[in-house]
């Protein structure tokens, strides 16, 4: 196994996911919620950018169209939620159903849109070797990936940043201080599905074809790649930082173990097979660490109660 290659192939396969898993965090770690949007607007974004090109948009163009189309989906899904008191999870799900239509009409009702004839973000690198062009993807498709993580790190930040996550901690706790909860949610399906379709903008571009069914199992993705990035992160430094740093490390991370298991020989049919006990593996790892550190939690305090008893004890004998 080439260790080069298989590094490589997970930067250039994994880096455009981190937008995706940073709009996942949004929801599923801030919000403690569930976008099933997430699906359908990453395929949106990548139907859109393909179809956009294709007609003879610009890169620039055709990849905001798809960062607003796919965060207006997630508005849908907020105006369920709003309106209908639809849950989330519910109205995610209907939405990104109602998502593989439009989709297809996006794209022309085709499965499949090649663009290998357009002008792409990266076609500027064909006339390179394969292992140039491959650095030049990863330099490209990295600044994408830290400008997200560094825009999001600033925003999350800011007076909305903060009401966001405390709204998603305690809402009653945000609506009493005067927080529109309602408002702050439609601003991170936004945001999410926004981020969702960026990643789907870029995929299509990297790959050289955009599919309507690329979208599937997204969200799981996310979830999956953050908690393998909280794995990792999870000692010392500040929690907004280990989380961008989760981002990050968990896209990189999840697509390393699929690359892996197809260097070390998996066939492409059992690839479905592989991300299904890569996600499952996340969520018992996940659990194990929690566990541990609610243990060492529960063992420190009654070392506490017991150091204090027996101080009380000595104090008493000596008076």
């Known amino acids: 196994m080439n260790t080069s290659s298989l590094l490589t192939d997970t930067l250039v396969t994994g880096l455009p996911f981190v937008p995706l898993v940073m709009g996942v965090y949004l929801v599923f770690r801030i919000r403690n919620d569930f976008d099933l949007t997430v699906d359908g607007s990453f395929a949106m974004g990548g139907a859109v950018t393909g179809t956009a090109l294709l007609a003879g948009d610009g890169v620039g163009g055709s990849m905001l169209l798809a960062v607003l189309a796919a965060g207006a989906a997630g508005l849908f899904t907020a105006g369920l939620h709003i309106l209908l008191r639809v849950p989330v999870i519910l109205a995610g799900l209907v939405t990104s159903i109602g998502l593989y239509s439009v989709n297809l ?20 690198f064909a006339g390179l070797s394969s292992a140039a062009a491959d650095r030049a993807t990863v330099l490209v498709t990295l600044a994408f990936a830290l400008a997200v993580l560094v825009a999001m790190g600033v925003f999350l930040r800011t007076e909305i940043g903060l009401a966001l996550r405390i709204s998603g901690v305690n809402a009653p706790l945000a609506r009493s201080q005067g927080v529109n909860d309602r408002a702050l949610l439609a601003l991170s399906l936004f945001i999410a599905n926004a981020l969702a379709g960026l990643s789907g903008a870029i995929l299509v571009q990297e790959q050289g074809f955009a599919d309507v069914n690329m979208g599937v199992g997204s969200m799981l993705l996310g979830v999956g790649a953050f908690l393998l990035g909280e794995l990792v992160t999870r000692p010392g430094g500040s929690q907004l930082v280990r989380a961008m740093a989760a981002v990050f490390i968990g896209a990189l991370l999840y697509r390393f173990i699929l690359v892996f298991a197809l260097e070390a020989g998996l066939a492409a049919t059992d690839l479905k097979l592989a991300t299904a006990l890569t996600l499952i593996m996340a969520f018992v790892l996940q659990r194990g660490v929690q566990a541990g550190l609610d243990w060492r939690v529960r063992q420190r305090g009654r070392e506490l109660r017991m150091a204090r008893s027996e101080a009380r004890t000595e104090g008493r004998a000596h008076a």
């Open 105 to 124: 009409h996006i794209m022309h009702d085709q499965p499949a849109l090649s663009l290998t004839s357009v002008n792409t973000l990266f076609s500027g």
